[in-house]
């Protein structure tokens, strides 16, 4: 009988092959569903190449149970090693530093013990002597051996499923806070919406209330303009919007506050859209304008107010210019432009410019978006 570390080439015959068998496994953690068929793919790959080798190298061969056990018992270690010893034994304190030395020492020792019983069934089956084949200085170095190859083997391929579980979970992380930033923006802007509807609506009830006496109409108008800005706000839920759709409704804005005050608002609109296919967030632009009336005197002709939107190929741009109202009676805690700088910054990033500054008498707002770095 041939000793059992006859039977194997040298480490570095199979260093190669072994290294691609752990690369295919590692893959498999990516596709569970395929993990019985891959595995069983690469085992048998590696076998059929150690048996093969063992021909070219002029060996004996031995009966084919000789190899279903001895080959088995080695899977046996390396899943157990991976699986078991590794995952479920490692505590990632300090108690690992003597503990793990301790499990592989008894884990080699179990497959040493193994080895040998395996060997001496065998012996008996062909009527050898076990302890004058098997109990020899090459033969037991060799059994050793094989239990460490395959145990550094089996760590390597724990290593390699420990990192890819990590990045799953990392990822896994992101997508579930990019979903979670998705959620806060889609809140803002029914946030910002809800406070939209109803001072404009208030508004221009009281309006349509007044003018469906004296000004039948106005009332009719200011009727389709409103509802037109009630159905926007209704319907539009995603989380980009065409820039020429919002300002759909800033013109419808624009036009029922020139009936609320009789057409007595000096106002100069200037959309200017080369490229109509660009988009924003929702409600950004409507704010900006909302603020202009809540907050600006739009009575003086000397001080107009200036709305521009220009969008180009390489960037968008939303301007605003009023002169500030300094009646105390309106209150301006400017909340309305944090949040569209919160929402911009969770959306665009560093993409954009929004600033707020005061020249003379008049109020600038300017928004600038990059489309194109």
């Not at 919002?246 to 106002?267: A, K, P």
Request: hydrophobic share 40%.
């Amino acid at each position: 009988m041939i000793s059992y570390s006859q039977c194997y080439p040298q480490k570095k015959s199979f260093t190669p092959l072994l290294y691609y068998m752990l690369r295919l496994l590692y893959k498999d953690w990516l596709k569970p569903s395929k993990s019985v068929q891959i595995h069983i793919i690469c085992w048998c790959i590696f076998i059929v190449y150690e048996v093969s080798i063992l021909k070219l190298m002029s060996l004996d061969y031995q009966p084919f149970f000789f190899y279903v056990l001895y080959y088995t018992l080695n899977i046996c270690l390396f899943y157990f090693h991976s699986r078991i010893l590794l995952k479920k034994g490692t505590t990632n304190t300090r108690n690992d530093l003597w503990r793990l030395p301790l499990f592989f020492l008894l884990e080699l020792f179990v497959y040493f013990s193994i080895s040998v019983a395996i060997g001496y069934c065998l012996s008996s089956l062909q009527n050898e002597l076990f302890y004058k084949k098997f109990f020899t200085t090459r033969v037991i170095a060799g059994s050793v051996w094989r239990g460490v190859y395959f145990i550094i083997y089996s760590s390597a391929y724990y290593l390699l499923f420990s990192y890819n579980e990590k990045r799953q979970k990392e990822l896994t992380q992101t997508i579930e806070n990019e979903q979670l930033k998705n959620k806060l923006l889609r809140a803002e802007q029914d946030f910002l919406r809800a406070q939209i509807n109803p001072h404009l609506l208030f508004n221009t009830l009281s309006f349509i209330k007044y003018a469906a006496k004296k000004k039948p109409e106005e009332a009719d108008e200011a009727i389709m303009r409103l509802s037109g800005i009630m159905g926007f706000a209704l319907e539009n839920n995603s989380q980009t919007i065409l820039v020429s759709k919002e300002l759909e409704q800033v013109e419808n804005i624009i036009q029922l506050n020139q009936l609320r005050f009789n057409h007595t608002l000096y106002i100069n609109y200037t959309p200017r859209l080369i490229n109509k296919q660009v988009t924003i967030i929702p409600i950004i632009i409507l704010t900006l304008v909302e603020n202009i009336f809540k907050h600006g005197n739009l009575l003086d002709k000397d001080y107009p107010a200036e709305i521009l939107v220009e969008s180009t190929d390489d960037y968008l741009l939303v301007q605003t210019i009023n002169l500030p109202n300094y009646d105390k009676s309106v209150s301006s805690g400017k909340t309305g432009l944090s949040n569209i700088n919160s929402r911009l910054d969770q959306f665009y990033k560093t993409n954009y410019k929004f600033s707020q500054t005061m020249t003379d008498k008049l109020f600038k707002v300017e928004l600038i978006i990059k489309l194109k770095d």
